[in-house]
Nanobody, 121 residues
C-alpha cells in the first residue's frame, strides 16, 4: 500500500502563488509517476500535471502550462507543485496521485486526501 499526504493549500488572491507538497510513504519503490489532479465544485476531476520517477519527463494540462511547475525529490519521496499567476478558475481541491506515466496523462493507482486551493478574484 501507498499513502499520499498533501499540504500547502489555502486562500490566495488572483495573481498570487502557492506551493503544494505531496509526501509518499509505504511501498513506493518502482518506476512510478506522480502527479496532480483537481476537482472544482460541480465538475469532474481533471488531470493537471505528471512527472516521471526520474524527473526527466513532465506533462501539463494546457490550462496550467507556463504557470505551474512540478518537481520531485525522490530522496524524500515528495512531489511539489509550484503554482504561479493563479486564476479564479484554478480554485479546486487538488489531489496528489501515484501511478504510471501515460502521456498525455497518468494513471492514478493511489490518491491523496486532497487539499483545497481557493483563488479570490
Amino acid at each position: 500500500q501507498v499513502q499520499l499526504v498533501e499540504s500547502g493549500g489555502g486562500l490566495v488572491q488572483a495573481g498570487g502563488s502557492l506551493r503544494l507538497s505531496c509526501a509518499a510513504s509505504g511501498r513506493t519503490s518502482g518506476n512510478y509517476a506522480m502527479g496532480w489532479f483537481r476537482q472544482a465544485p460541480g465538475k469532474e476531476r481533471e488531470f493537471v500535471v505528471a512527472i516521471t520517477r526520474d524527473g526527466r519527463s513532465t506533462n501539463y494540462a494546457d490550462s496550467v502550462k507556463g504557470r505551474f511547475t512540478i518537481s520531485r525529490d525522490n530522496a524524500k519521496n515528495t512531489v511539489y507543485l509550484q503554482m504561479n499567476s493563479l486564476k479564479f478558475e484554478d480554485t479546486a481541491v487538488y489531489y496528489c496521485a501515484l501511478g504510471l506515466y501515460l502521456k498525455p496523462t497518468m494513471t492514478a493507482d493511489y490518491w491523496g486526501q486532497g487539499t483545497q486551493v481557493t483563488v479570490s478574484s
